[in-house]
């Protein structure tokens, strides 16, 4: 730009509008004046390498992470739990279940599919488990799974083992049969895959339990066993 002939005024405006890094040692300033270039645009150089470098933007925070709700205590493996006396949660009991056909019905909600109702067979006829109404019960439940995909189910005493009848073995959710042993819960999601349900003193006494679902079977070829958690109720 010196040799050039542009003013001192345009060539020190471009150094100071102009990114860029300079050399400001003795040597290279000397170096300058030598190849004549003046005063003014020394000095401009010698400010615009003085300058500090703008420091760059701060680096983004990372996104916090929402903190997942801790299991109650007691509570650390997939599984049904009750709340007892104690306010502690203790491991519902689970049992093998039979699942026997009980004859062919036609269910509306299958656009009109013959489905077989299944008796579900269990041995004993006491659950291990005995509480007071109301009580508090936990379901922790696979992943991809939710409370209600499980039934909650009337136990029968006959004989030396306790029965109860299912629409296909918790495969259907059936409400048009009055003689099927489902009884219908609410539960609230308290953490991930875990849910709370309070049964109060109107469900009654006797036998009862969690029928865990049952995977997919091909058709005609219901399932032949589950499990149940199961618990009985008392004054």
Do not use: C
């Not at 010698?46 to 903190?67: I, L, R, Y």
């Not at 709340?83 to 039979?98: A, F, H, K, Y």
């Not at 269910?107 to 508090?136: F, Q, W, Y």
């Amino acid at each position: 730009m010196v040799k050039a002939q542009l003013s001192d005024d345009v060539i020190a405006a471009t150094i100071n509008s102009s990114a860029g890094s300079y050399d400001t040692s003795p040597d290279a300033l000397i170096a300058l004046k030598q190849a004549g270039v003046s005063d003014k645009v020394i000095a401009a150089v010698v400010s615009k390498g003085s300058a500090a470098p703008a420091a760059p933007p701060p680096a983004a925070a990372p996104a916090a992470e929402e903190p997942q709700p801790s299991l109650p205590p007691g509570v650390e493996n997939v599984g049904a739990y009750f709340r007892d006396t104690g306010g502690n949660w203790q491991p519902l009991p689970s049992e093998v279940v039979i699942f026997q056909s009980g004859g062919l019905v036609k269910h509306v909600a299958s656009a009109g599919l013959v489905k077989e109702d299944l008796n579900g067979l269990i041995g004993g006829t006491r659950s291990r488990v005995v509480v007071t109404a109301p009580v508090t019960f936990i379901l922790h439940v696979p992943l991809g799974r939710t409370a209600g995909d499980y039934e909650l189910v009337r136990l029968h005493v006959s004989g030396n083992n306790r029965q109860f009848q299912s629409a296909a073995g918790g495969l259907i959710h059936e409400t048009s049969g009055s003689l099927r042993d489902e009884i219908d819960f609410s539960s609230k999601q308290i953490g991930l895959s875990v849910y709370r349900i309070v049964l109060g003193s109107q469900i009654g006494q006797g036998e009862f339990g969690f029928l865990e679902p049952q995977p997919a079977a091909s058709a005609g070829t219901p399932p032949s066993s589950g499990k149940i958690f199961t618990f009985a109720i008392v004054e």
